[in-house]
């Protein structure tokens, strides 16, 4: 019975999941545990299998339509070029150097290539979670790595797409015109459903149980459709979500079907994880995955550093926003699956694409969550990524007030210094803003707070405040120290994200601690009293 076997599977995914949880794990790895066990110690039968088959296409297929529909074409306006630049070079100089580094391991040229690309892809759902855990996702490196990995995932998508058409051992002329007429009556019928839709837009978002049925009823059609004009299932998933993307009722759709891709995703992960055969877990298996793993965790975080190292990103940005791409990525996985499907990958490489995924999913979820320490244990070996920039010589000059951040909180204050025509000088590692500020003819250190050499730039002996607008406790608590020392008599003036790191701060000696959300939120309800 269907019913039995997602008994078994979903026993072992709480399992596991319990596990990794306890362990700060992400839990994609317990899923795929989870199918690693389904496959070789539970009595699972061909109904069973046939099931999981069945669930993982629709939980494949639900991820790529919600992807689609979150890959608004506007929101690439707001990725920053350097973050475009650096997600389309690392792609480039990763596939190639990966790929004559699994050419020399013994692998053929199409399996070189598309394990190659699969192990370029880094994991938007961990990286992102890991720093939103921390806080870290509204710093400049976090906005940094969220535009990288934005630029990730569109290379992925579209070679789900083009990988089926290039890799297929033959296509002939009658193939192609077939392909060539199915495009062709695809485009019309896009159109048309565009045109069906638009009409439509307000009834369908006038109830959200009607949109619901909308959204589940356009998925299977578009699939079925697509499927009749001998498109992959990727490709007609990733279109029908795109045709959604600038929709009003877009974000409902996500929202809504989100928990249902949740459950056959996991699915699909357990089925990936089933393929994984012990048979093939000999030296040469285990010293190849180790040796790959390697290459991911350690040289994709090379390369992209290599390229930061380029547009002058100061080290500790450079460290941290490398540091993210050294994992696979949810899309790795996906492409093992897709290559199996067109004969490229044999079971083997399927065991051994997801024995990597374990491994370097594991190692940098823990060097991810304690890159702070890493980076103070390393960061004296890291001398080639030293900016050479033009230093500011303020040393004779009388700072009254060093500003460090100037995004956001650090603009509004730096307009108020401006207007009042205070004696301070602003340090920032953005730039772009340190360009803006230097055009206003302001004092301005480019360069990262962290840096021993970029404070002894300064002059705090002449200061009188010390304001720090970035929200990082430890790069505060850093500060305060570094500052206290030189003059014990400076004022300390910091944000803090929660009450918690407030009440650490002011125990340490910080002489004011805000939280912006807590000051916004207090200026909203007066204006809300003088209302009435």
Do not use: W
């Not at 596939?95 to 004559?100: A, C, N, T």
């Not at 990730?152 to 297929?168: G, R, V």
Request: hydrophobic share 55%; net charge neutral; aromatic share 14%.
């Amino acid at each position: 019975m269907i019913l039995n076997s997602l008994v078994l599977v979903f026993i072992l995914v709480f399992f596991f999941s319990f596990l990794f949880v306890i362990i700060n794990q992400p839990l994609l790895i317990a899923y795929i545990l989870s199918g690693v066990f389904v496959s070789h110690l539970l009595p699972l039968n061909e109904i069973g299998y046939r099931t999981l088959e069945s669930f993982s296409e629709i939980g494949l297929a639900l991820l790529l339509f919600l992807v689609g529909i979150e890959l608004n074409l506007r929101l690439l306006k707001e990725i920053s070029k350097k973050a475009v630049l650096i997600g389309v070079l690392q792609e480039v100089l990763t596939i190639i150097l990966g790929f004559f580094f699994l050419i020399l391991l013994g692998f053929q040229i199409k399996e070189s290539i598309i394990l190659a690309a699969a192990l370029s892809f880094s994991s938007t759902a961990i990286v992102l979670k890991i720093f939103s855990d921390k806080k870290e996702l509204e710093t400049y490196h976090g906005r940094l790595i969220i535009g990288f990995m934005i630029v990730q995932d569109l290379i992925a998508l579209i070679s789900f797409i083009f990988f089926p058409l290039i890799f297929k051992e033959s296509l002939n002329l009658n193939e192609l015109r077939s392909l060539l007429v199915s495009v062709l009556i695809l485009l019309p019928i896009l159109y048309l459903i565009h045109q069906f839709i638009k009409k439509l837009e307000k009834l369908i978002s006038s109830s959200l149980e009607f949109l619901f049925i909308f959204a589940l009823f356009y998925f299977f059609s578009f699939l079925y459709l697509t499927k009749l004009l001998n498109f992959s299932l990727e490709t007609g998933a990733l279109i029908s979500g795109l045709l959604l993307a600038n929709y009003s009722f877009s974000k409902e759709i996500i929202s809504r079907l989100k928990p249902l891709r949740d459950f056959f995703l996991i699915i699909f992960f357990v089925f990936l994880g089933s393929k994984f055969s012990f048979q093939f877990l000999d030296a040469d298996f285990i010293l190849k995955s180790i040796l790959i793993s390697i290459f991911v965790i350690v040289f994709n975080p090379l390369i992209v550093m290599f390229i930061m190292r380029l547009f002058n990103f100061p080290k500790r940005i450079n460290f941290i926003v490398s540091l993210s791409s050294g994992q696979a990525s949810e899309f790795s996985f996906v492409l093992f699956n897709l290559s199996e499907k067109i004969n490229i990958f044999n079971r083997e490489l399927v065991s051994m694409g997801s024995f990597v995924g374990f491994i370097t999913i594991f190692v940098s979820t823990y060097l991810l969550y304690y890159y702070e320490k890493i980076y103070n244990l390393v960061k004296n070996y890291l001398r080639f990524l030293d900016v050479n920039v033009e230093e500011k010589k303020l040393s004779k000059e009388k700072i009254e007030i060093v500003l460090f951040g100037c995004d956001r909180v650090g603009g509004i204050i730096k307009n108020f210094l401006k207007e009042k025509n205070k004696n301070f000088v602003v340090v920032d590692y953005n730039y772009e803003i340190v360009k803006n500020l230097e055009k206003e003819n302001l004092n301005v250190i480019y360069g990262d707070a962290e840096e021993i050499d970029v404070l002894e730039n300064i002059n705090f002996q002449e200061a009188k405040i010390v304001i720090s607008t970035i929200p990082n406790k430890n790069l505060n608590i850093f500060l305060l120290d570094y500052i206290k020392k030189i003059k014990k008599e400076i004022i300390f003036i910091c944000v803090a994200s929660r009450e918690e790191e407030k009440k650490e701060l002011e125990k340490l000696g910080a002489d004011l601690v805000v939280i912006p959300y807590t000051l916004g939120g207090e200026y909203l309800a007066k204006k809300i009293e003088n209302i009435n």
